[in-house]
């Protein structure tokens, strides 16, 4: 687990900056672009050299937290 959290630098992401809700959802007043900035910011100043395109974070994320984007999200209507 180790190898693929310091390989990746979606997971290393959620570990660093991200905790999980009891519901398991991203929180009500951000948004995944927002959550998405963040991360590109968080590479930047981390000099991981290169950033995830927004498929592949979320779904990366998804599939670490063994959920699907949908159901990490809230949709606004």
Do not use: P
């Not at 310091?6 to 948004?31: L, P, W």
């Not at 000099?47 to 927004?54: I, Q, R």
């Amino acid at each position: 687990m180790m190898y693929r959290y310091e390989n990746n630098t979606v997971i290393a992401f959620y570990h660093e900056c991200m905790m999980e809700r009891e519901d398991g959802k991203i929180s009500d007043q951000c948004t995944t672009g927002k959550v998405y900035d963040v991360y590109k910011a968080w590479c930047a100043d981390n000099n991981h050299g290169y950033f995830k395109t927004a498929r592949e974070f979320r779904n990366t994320l998804a599939e670490h937290l063994n959920t699907s984007f949908a159901d990490m999200t809230v949709r606004r209507g």
